[in-house]
């Protein structure tokens, strides 16, 4: 059977293109493009028999199948040959028991995806592992493509150069200058990208990338282009897998530029088009108080649209004012019943805090999507016997300063409620056994 997937522009207009073709946005309308599938051809295959080939690939080992992205190759990206796939097995991504945060809110069956359990220590992996493989496939078709860019609020960034320094192709980064973690920076460097740190924030960044890559033979890899969204849409499919094909009541994701909020839905529609599933869960964006413009949106039913600009918050990688894809975002909260809240940074450190002393280490973002939960739970719009999904999209190792800062109580416009700094004491038996006492209350 020949499964078959191309661009066609989100507005309806019927434009289509190959994804083979360097183009980002309609021709016709200007609208931005998304993957669209032969379903019929997909249809082939009974839900009983996508589910039995996806479980029978988890965690093989046959290229490239073992990966959480291709092994949902058909309905991923069909074409690309497989000796030009580039995967370094990518998701299949833990989801487990949050059990002690759970009982503590009230919500006992509370469950994290680990995204950041992953190469690059971020979900972008799942997006990257497609676009740099269409590009090497469009490569060794002969295609003229020198390298491939990006703008990044820093794990795009690291994702994109570990992927195409894995296939031997270069990689232009555009960062904004001091306002990605340290570790954030140096993945792209440690993989050999040319990393361009400018004096603007992420939303500057994105327009120069996109004048860059007018010029057909630099490719870009921002979520603009879609073919991130095919991998990334993987995370919704992989959660209800991971439930033994149940459907959650509730995932909460963090969002910025709205992509993986976009590709969540897009994979989670597509199961129920063929027949996986037969109910949606809800969904609800997590957004930094700071860089809110689809919470403002969203208090007018998504009436009104305005960028803002987005001011500097510890949820560094959701510092995004104008995000792109706003109108796919929208598409997904109107079908999921979706709804949008947010997080100050006092919230979301604590949020975050409060988790890792259950056991979690949470980078910021998911703490802007746990400081969600809170209320959602506290305002009774989440019930005690819902089942509920917390997208974790980083790992907290990528965010060492965050807590650093965090239980050396020294950042901004938090007050550190569980901080836990480290005693200093005399290297001595009595200071010791004094300082247990005391701090268990002996
Ligand atoms: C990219 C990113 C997000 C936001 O995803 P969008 O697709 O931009 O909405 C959230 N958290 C982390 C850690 C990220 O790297
Ligand atoms: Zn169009």
Same mark, same amino acid.
């Given at each position: 059977?020949?499964?078959?997937?191309?661009?066609?522009?989100?507005?309806?207009?019927?434009?289509?293109?190959?994804?083979?073709?360097?183009?980002?946005?309609?021709?016709?309308?200007? #609208?931005?493009?998304?993957?669209?599938?032969?379903?019929?051809?997909?249809?082939?295959?009974?839900?009983?028999?996508?589910?039995?080939?996806?479980?029978?690939?988890?965690?093989?080992?046959?290229?490239?199948?073992?990966?959480?992205?291709?092994?949902?190759?058909?309905?991923?990206?069909?074409?690309?040959?497989?000796?030009?796939?580039?995967?370094?097995?990518?998701?299949?991504?833990?989801?487990?028991?949050?059990?002690?945060?759970?009982?503590?809110? #009230?919500?006992?069956?509370?469950?994290?995806?680990?995204?950041?359990?992953?190469?690059?220590?971020?979900?972008?992996?799942? #997006?990257?592992?497609?676009?740099?493989?269409?590009?090497?496939?469009?490569?060794?078709?002969?295609?003229?493509?020198?390298?491939?860019?990006?703008?990044?609020?820093?794990? &795009?960034?690291?994702?994109?150069?570990?992927?195409?320094?894995?296939?031997?192709?270069?990689?232009?980064?555009?960062?904004?200058?001091?306002?990605?973690?340290?570790?954030?920076?140096?993945?792209?460097?440690?993989?050999?990208?040319?990393?361009?740190?400018?004096?603007?924030?992420?939303?500057?960044?994105?327009?120069?990338?996109?004048?860059?890559?007018?010029?057909? &033979?630099?490719?870009?890899?921002?979520?603009?282009?879609?073919?991130?969204?095919?991998?990334?849409?993987?995370?919704?499919?992989?959660?209800?897998?991971?439930?033994?094909?149940?459907?959650?009541?509730?995932?909460?994701?963090?969002?910025?530029?709205?992509?993986?909020?976009?590709?969540?839905?897009? #994979?989670?529609?597509?199961?129920?088009?063929?027949?996986?599933?037969?109910?949606?869960?809800?969904?609800?964006?997590?957004?930094?108080?700071?860089?809110?413009?689809?919470?403002?949106?969203?208090?007018?039913?998504?009436?009104?649209?305005?960028?803002?600009?987005?001011?500097?918050?510890?949820?560094?990688?959701?510092?995004?004012?104008?995000?792109?894809?706003?109108?796919?975002?929208?598409?997904?909260?109107?079908?999921?019943?979706?709804?949008?809240?947010?997080?100050?940074?006092?919230?979301?450190?604590?949020?975050?805090?409060?988790?890792?002393?259950?056991?979690?280490?949470?980078?910021?973002? &998911?703490?802007?999507?746990?400081?969600?939960?809170?209320?959602?739970?506290?305002?009774?719009?989440?019930?005690?016997?819902?089942?509920?999904?917390?997208?974790?999209?980083?790992?907290?190792?990528?965010?060492?300063?965050?807590?650093?800062?965090?239980?050396?109580?020294?950042?901004?416009?938090?007050?550190?409620?569980?901080?836990?700094?480290?005693?200093?004491?005399?290297?001595?038996?009595?200071?010791?056994?004094?300082?247990?006492?005391?701090?268990?209350?002996?």
């Amino acid at each position: 059977m020949s499964y078959h997937c191309w661009f066609e522009c989100i507005r309806g207009c019927g434009r289509r293109y190959s994804i083979y073709d360097v183009v980002y946005r309609c021709e016709d309308c200007g #609208g931005l493009l998304d993957v669209e599938h032969d379903l019929e051809a997909l249809k082939d295959r009974s839900p009983a028999e996508w589910k039995q080939l996806f479980e029978q690939r988890t965690r093989t080992n046959q290229w490239p199948y073992g990966s959480g992205v291709w092994g949902k190759k058909e309905w991923v990206c069909p074409q690309v040959e497989n000796e030009n796939v580039v995967s370094m097995y990518e998701g299949h991504t833990n989801c487990f028991w949050a059990e002690r945060l759970g009982k503590e809110i #009230g919500v006992p069956d509370l469950w994290v995806k680990l995204c950041g359990n992953s190469h690059t220590g971020s979900f972008k992996d799942l #997006g990257m592992t497609v676009l740099v493989s269409v590009v090497k496939q469009m490569m060794a078709d002969g295609k003229p493509i020198r390298a491939v860019a990006c703008a990044s609020t820093g794990d &795009t960034s690291a994702a994109l150069a570990a992927y195409a320094a894995a296939a031997g192709i270069p990689a232009v980064i555009l960062l904004p200058r001091g306002k990605v973690s340290t570790a954030q920076l140096v993945q792209p460097i440690a993989n050999g990208a040319l990393v361009l740190a400018l004096d603007t924030d992420f939303d500057g960044c994105m327009r120069i990338v996109q004048e860059l890559t007018t010029d057909p &033979t630099i490719y870009l890899a921002n979520s603009m282009n879609s073919l991130r969204m095919e991998g990334q849409k993987t995370v919704g499919i992989e959660i209800v897998q991971q439930f033994d094909w149940e459907v959650p009541d509730w995932i909460i994701i963090p969002v910025g530029n709205l992509g993986n909020v976009s590709a969540l839905g897009k #994979g989670l529609l597509m199961m129920r088009e063929l027949g996986l599933i037969d109910k949606l869960p809800r969904i609800a964006c997590a957004q930094a108080e700071r860089a809110n413009p689809l919470y403002l949106s969203y208090l007018t039913g998504f009436q009104e649209y305005r960028p803002v600009k987005a001011q500097k918050t510890l949820a560094s990688a959701i510092q995004i004012g104008d995000p792109v894809s706003y109108e796919r975002a929208v598409k997904v909260l109107r079908a999921f019943e979706g709804i949008v809240e947010q997080a100050s940074e006092d919230e979301l450190a604590n949020a975050a805090a409060r988790a890792d002393r259950t056991g979690m280490y949470c980078c910021p973002h &998911t703490g802007v999507a746990l400081a969600v939960l809170f209320k959602l739970v506290e305002r009774g719009q989440i019930k005690p016997s819902d089942r509920v999904v917390v997208i974790s999209t980083a790992h907290g190792l990528k965010f060492t300063n965050f807590k650093v800062g965090y239980h050396d109580q020294n950042l901004d416009e938090v007050i550190s409620r569980h901080a836990n700094p480290p005693l200093e004491l005399r290297a001595d038996y009595s200071a010791v056994s004094e300082a247990i006492n005391r701090a268990f209350g002996y």
